[in-house]
DNA sequence: CGATTCTTTGAAAACAGTCAATCTGTGTGG
DNA sequence: CCACACAGATTGACTGTTTTCAAAGAATCG
């Protein structure tokens, strides 16, 4: 299972084989079983994490217990609580399983010792940092732009092989629509072909 | 006026006589008239802009001309459009001075070769870069989660120095309303008190 | 199969958007 | 200094969309 991380990491970073065994040695693989959480509200996000298989999702939860998701991470994807993880303060975030999932774990202090090791390695997770901010910036401008049938429409073109996987009532956790709304957008984008 | 950089930065970080000079000796100082633009839809963003005073803002235009506000910079705030500046591609924003505002700007090779040079500086950035990210991801959640009221109030908490310095309509093109639906939230927060 | 989770539908009420008109304040030129 | 123009803000009436609530219909899983 780790060899799908390996495989990932140098397409994309000219990584050594020292480089690799290096971050592997201070690697955990874990499972999580559909339903289960790797972070709860409240905790502090330890580490960075990177999904080999599975699907992740990022919520957090209202006093009246609606649920809004910031993100869904599937294969080959990165994620934390970033502002957690970064300050090492307690989460505002819930992170579960919407499917069976294996992850590939490092603490914050072993990935900093990565990344002061591995310079190639810096700037790779720094370009990925600057990414997320981008996807992220993109996803406010929706918000405050699109009417919701693009909303829904952007969310199938950012996550094209996670949307299907996905209960509905999540992406409209996701979107900021209810549920039903979005079950009558999908219904009236079925009529226009 | 370069110095209220400089003294902003000292009560951020730990900085030398030396590195400040050299920091200094890359910048460039600059004027913006209110109305102006330091940046254009389709140009390249080629510096890091630090506001010593005046007010910024960063918004897209659609092809009808509505126009979304993406966020404010006033006073000791770093700005630029990020994407097109860690990229060096077109923008696809524009930012224009909402008030008369003087910035310091680095280019891009210039501020490069001033992070390489100072970790401390570094260090610094990263941090600003970090919780630029939590803001954002919490303006996500925003979005999503709180009611056309509570997005205003949390506009008011988040920029508690600006939402006094614009135009309602920009305000409302932030918050993803309409401008009278805006107004109409104003008046009924004044009625309750 | 039965239970749970997920999705859809309908109807009513709440809400936001649009359009048009009016009001307010600011600043500029005569 | 005044008058006028202009940008900004508000209001009302109307329209369209979304939420909410309730119920029922699929799909999935043990």
Known sequence: MYEIFERFMLAQVALTPDDLQF????????K???RQFILREG????HKIFVCRGLLRTFSRKDDGTEYTMRFAAENVWTTDHESYYHQIPSKFNIDAIEDTTVV?????????LVET???LRTYVE?????????IQGRVLGNISYTNE?????????????FNRVPLHMVASY???????LSRIRHAQLKQR
Chains 1, 2 share one sequence.
Request: charged letters at 30%; glycine letters at 2%; aromatic letters at 8%.
């Open 127 to 135: 370009e990925v940092m600057a990414s997320s901010i981008n996807a």
């Open 43 to 46: 905790e502090v996000a330890r």
């Open 32 to 34: 999580i079983r559909k």
């Open 150 to 162: 693009e909303k829904y429409q952007d969310f199938i073109n950012t996550y094209p092989d996670v």
């Open 175 to 181: 979107l900021g629509v209810s549920r039903e709304t």
């Open 23 to 30: 971050i592997r040695s201070l690697s955990t693989i874990k």
């Open 118 to 120: 591995i310079p190639t």
């Open 105 to 113: 774990l490092w603490t914050r202090e072993n990935f900093i010792e």
